[in-house]
T-cell receptor
Framework: AQKITQTQPGMFVQEKEAVTLDCTYDTSDPSYGLFWYKQPSSGEMIFLIYQGSYDQQNATEGRYSLNFQKARKSANLVISASQLGDSAMYFCAMREAFSGYSTLTFGKGTMLLVSP | DTEVTQTPKHLVMGMTNKKSLKCEQHMGHRAMYWYKQKAKKPPELMFVYSYEKLSINESVPSRFSPECPNSSLLNLHLHALQPEDSALYLC??????????????FGPGTRLTVL
């Protein structure tokens, strides 16, 4: 079974609108971390936001917020006021704390296109 | 300095060539990673170094040989590659490998083409 599921291969949004990118995860570890990365066409993976499994509040970083619903095992990324520069591939990833050398497991990604 | 650098940015090599990819970080991180990423796919973990020792090798073919000369440097030596090895190779580093946080900082990647 996939540990990280991103069901939206592609999303379109108009500039200045908000958009939600979906991510669901599967783990039996009580301690885990959820990350969102942005990858423009240049290739670099840019860290956007982090949510820990014990964090009581949803994480926010500027225009990015993470809608964390622990019981549903979802960690959706919300981008407010989209900009043309937000067009990129977005990856959700999970890090589990008690699985030995904990490494990142990535979802398949969602390609976001922002139009003028 | 919160940057991971990778050289070269682009590399084209023949199947009989020997080349190396280089990765460097000066954040004092003790864990470094190599990932391979094919187009429109997520990164796939290849190797993890922790405190300059190879901790994880995800069943990578021996034509890829990693090396960690010191805590700031990570190399990936390439020999007798196949065309299907053409991909973006990403390097990353983190403070450590344990715990649920440990954000990984990624470099810009090397785009490798094998002819």
């Amino acid at each position: 079974a996939q540990k990280i599921t991103q069901t939206q291969p592609g999303m379109f949004v108009q500039e200045k609108e908000a958009v939600t990118l979906d991510c669901t995860y599967d783990t039996s570890d009580p301690s885990y971390g959820l990350f969102w990365y942005k990858q423009p066409s240049s290739g670099e993976m840019i860290f956007l936001i982090y949510q820990g499994s014990y964090d009581q509040q949803n994480a926010t970083e500027g225009r990015y917020s993470l809608n964390f619903q622990k019981a549903r095992k979802s960690a959706n990324l919300v981008i407010s006021a989209s900009q043309l520069g937000d067009s990129a591939m977005y990856f959700c990833a999970m890090r589990e704390a008690f699985s030995g050398y904990s490494t990142l497991t990535f979802g398949k990604g969602t390609m976001l296109l922002v139009s003028p | 300095d919160t940057e991971v650098t990778q050289t070269p940015k682009h590399l084209v090599m023949g199947m009989t060539n020997k080349k190396s990819l280089k990765c460097e970080q000066h954040m004092g991180h003790r864990a470094m990673y190599w990932y391979k990423q094919k187009a429109k796919k997520p990164p796939e973990l290849m190797f993890v170094y922790s405190y300059e020792k190879l901790s994880i090798n995800e069943s990578v073919p021996s034509r890829f040989s990693p090396e960690c000369p010191n805590s700031s440097l990570l190399n990936l030596h390439l020999h007798a590659l196949q065309p299907e090895d053409s991909a973006l190779y990403l390097c990353a580093s983190s403070q450590g490998t344990s715990g649920s946080y440990n954000e990984q900082f990624f470099g810009p990647g090397t785009r490798l083409t094998v002819l």
